[in-house]
């Protein structure tokens, strides 16, 4: 399987080149070159697979040779041993056509644990199989780094220095960071807030001595990895609930339209899903998008749901691109026009295509502890605020058929609104329970480049 880049201009990279890069030299985020499918006939033979089964199956026909079978399934294999429940993503029913998938019974509690334990792995073993080294940074308001840093934590090849904004993240969050005592994790607290920390580290990337004496990296959403990974609960609770035969909606809490872009995926791969209902707290660049075409950034509101809290996001270039007949040259166009104007508009090629399979709803922070709620009250199922968001947009979307609302944390990460909207405390899951005794280690330093890209410098391994 080949990967080219939705600007049209960079050159097409194999699996392995896919996993190890950021976004394209052309600026572009990367993207299979044909789709490939599965028949009814091999969607219905998912059905009784396990997780790790199903995984190999979905994945396969994306990392092409670059991996044995065995290799495949011995990565999944372990990236899936780490989760606390036996099906991996769990299926919960709320009532009779409502349901949740449980996408939150990894190391950390988020939903980010799916993909990135097993990129974790990935990097790892490519790596290896080069005698190459990476250089991880990354900025983090909370659950991106604690995913990352518990997948990539003794990782052969990998150094990963996560930076934070000190006294702007919870105490849990902090914790499940610096109390991973691995030498190849550095933990960063900088004296500002998150954009100064995210300021920073493309500070470091755009400088290209720095960047390639230290072969930085990154994990974030847009590395194709972490879709593919994520496409696989789609069919896993697709086909629990009869596909091929009959189709099923999903509802997503979205920020950077990774998680529902890998639902587009599994559609595009043959699986009858009917809907998507892309859910938005108030910040809902991706609601306007969707049902008027006008993809503009506002400014962003502090919500609950602070891993929604955002107004771009980078994996919507996949869908336009693929939306507009996955034309390079136009796409580059398009979104250096959005680079330059902040708006853009989609096409009336773009707007229909959504349409087909698109929903979006924007949830309020009242209608968001309603479903929570609800879901306490008459599912029994306490829900995260990110997962109260998606059900209050399932719920109202008026589809007849079976709805899944991607449940994209443990509520027990959210302990003071889930309390608030609920009544009920969650309590840390015993795997965590001594998160408050163990020890953290992290350096704290000024917002300035001098200081953090010196720190880093000292202690990252640099390319001979
Ligand atoms: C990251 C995250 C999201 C948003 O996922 P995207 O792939 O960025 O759309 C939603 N909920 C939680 C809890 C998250 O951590």
New binding site residues.
């Given amino acids: 399987m080949r990967y080219v880049s939705t600007r049209g201009n960079s050159p097409a990279l194999d699996f392995e080149q896919v996993t190890l890069a950021g976004l394209a030299p052309d600026g572009g985020l990367y993207v299979p070159e044909t789709w490939p499918t599965l028949s009814n006939a091999e969607i219905a033979g998912l059905a009784g697979l396990s997780y790790v089964d199903t995984a190999v199956t979905v994945m396969t026909p994306f990392v092409g040779d670059a991996l044995t079978a065995d290799e495949l399934r011995d990565l999944c294999t372990r990236a899936y041993s780490r989760f606390a429940h036996a099906a991996v993503t769990p299926l919960v029913q709320l009532d009779h056509d409502q349901w949740l998938l449980e996408l939150?019974h990894g190391p950390t509690l988020?939903?980010?644990d799916v993909a990135l334990q097993l990129v974790g792995l990935l990097f790892e073993r490519f790596l290896l199989g080069r005698a190459d080294h990476l250089t991880v940074i990354g900025a983090t308001s909370g659950?991106?780094g604690s995913?990352a840093i518990d997948a990539l934590a003794g990782r052969a090849g990998v150094d990963v220095f996560m930076l934070h904004p000190a006294g702007r993240v919870s105490e849990v969050q902090r914790r499940q960071m610096t109390t991973v005592l691995s030498p190849n994790i550095h933990n960063i607290a900088i004296d500002g807030d998150f954009d100064d920390a995210q300021g920073l580290v493309k500070a470091m990337f755009n400088d290209p001595a720095f960047s390639g004496r230290f072969a930085l990296s990154a994990v974030n959403?847009i590395n194709w990895a972490r879709l593919m990974a994520?496409v696989v609960y789609y069919f896993y609770a697709a086909v629990r609930l009869g596909a091929p035969d009959r189709p099923v909606a999903f509802a997503?809490?979205?920020?950077?339209?990774?998680?529902?872009?890998a639902g587009w995926v599994a559609a595009k791969m043959g699986l009858p899903i009917a809907k998507l209902v892309v859910a938005t707290n108030v910040n809902d660049i991706l609601h306007r998008a969707l049902s008027t075409g006008d993809y503009s950034r506002g400014i962003v509101t502090q919500t609950h749901?602070p891993?929604?809290d955002?107004q771009v996001?980078s994996?919507f270039e996949r869908l336009l691109f693929e939306l507009g007949g996955a034309d390079g040259r136009a796409s580059a166009d398009q979104m250096r026009g959005f680079e330059a104007t902040h708006a853009l508009r989609m096409t009336n090629r773009q707007c229909e295509g959504a349409a087909a399979l698109f929903t979006s709803d924007r949830v309020d922070q009242h209608d968001m502890a309603s479903a929570m709620g609800w879901a306490s009250e008459h599912g029994g199922e306490v829900i995260?605020p990110?997962?109260g968001v998606a059900l209050a947009a399932a719920r109202r979307a008026g589809l007849d058929m079976p709805v899944v609302t991607l449940a994209?944390?443990h509520p027990a990460?959210f302990r003071d609104a889930v309390e608030r909207a609920t009544g009920i405390r969650p309590t840390l899951p015993g795997r965590l329970g001594d998160l408050f005794q163990r020890e953290e280690r992290y350096a704290t330093m000024p917002a300035t480049l001098a200081a953090v890209s010196g720190y880093i410098a000292e202690r990252a391994t640099a390319r001979v």
Wanted: net charge neutral.
């Fill in positions: 939150f988020a939903f980010k659950d991106t995913a959403s994520q997503v809490p979205t920020g950077n339209f990774g998680n529902v872009f749901t891993s929604m955002i996001s994996n995260d990110h997962t994209t944390a990460k």
